[in-house]
């Protein structure tokens, strides 16, 4: 029943409330969530550039739910926004998994409904490994198709010059230093989800299509 709800309270949003008047903006960050999005946001707002985590800013805005064009309880409505720039950034899966998996357990929070009324691959009955598994390949697929540019957010020190040039921006190198890299981190654990682990309780396709994206996106598939 919760989940009926969402669902209407989504159409409702974007059939009847939702802000008509397109606006245009300077760039996107997408991806899933738990990949480093608030980071992000502060990193570009180092650089000068008003994008905001989740909110509407003057240039932009760093979003997980804007994956998708609909109503998000966690910020602005994609469909409503057009973007100059729209960017797909990645963390290593089995980071992103084991956040999901140690930190939203219940499978009828918002997160976990929002995210299976925009990717019905996932099923309320399937394990919280196999929402969190099919959540970050399905969820990274969506965002590859909107996005002009990927990255890893394990790089970011690297990328300046690649930031420089896309953003047509000169960015001071001594940004790196401001933010610090536990931004946004939620609970800690010491048990990792694992590829072994992956492999032993997720359907063998689904793993498969895990280690496929993992290996495109420059991550290591062996534990």
């Not at 299509?209 to 991550?219: T, V």
């Amino acid at each position: 029943m919760k989940e009926i709800l969402f669902f209407l309270f989504l159409f409702s949003m974007t059939c009847g409330f939702a802000d008509g008047n397109d606006k245009s903006r300077f760039l996107l960050v997408t991806g899933c969530g738990r990949s480093g999005t608030e980071y992000m946001s502060l990193y570009l707002q180092a650089m000068g550039l008003q994008v905001l985590h989740e909110r509407e800013g003057e240039e932009g805005t760093v979003s997980w739910p804007m994956v998708v064009n609909n109503y998000s309880p966690w910020g602005p409505q994609a469909g409503n926004v057009k973007f100059l720039h729209a960017f797909h950034q990645v963390r290593n899966p089995l980071h992103v998994i084991t956040s999901w998996y140690v930190n939203i357990q219940d499978l009828d929070r918002d997160e976990w409904i929002f995210v299976r009324t925009h990717v019905p691959e996932i099923k309320r009955e399937d394990s919280l490994l196999v929402h969190c598994a099919k959540y970050w390949y399905y969820w990274n697929l969506k965002a590859e198709k909107m996005s002009e540019w990927r990255y890893r957010i394990e790089d970011i020190d690297k990328l300046r010059k690649k930031f420089e040039k896309r953003l047509e921006k000169p960015i001071d190198p001594n940004i790196f230093n401001q933010i610090p890299k536990n931004t946004n981190t939620w609970y800690s654990t010491s048990d990792k989800i694992t590829w072994s682990q992956l492999k032993r309780e997720i359907p063998s396709d689904l793993f498969e299509n895990l280690q496929q994206m993992a290996k495109k996106y420059g991550y290591s598939t062996q534990d």
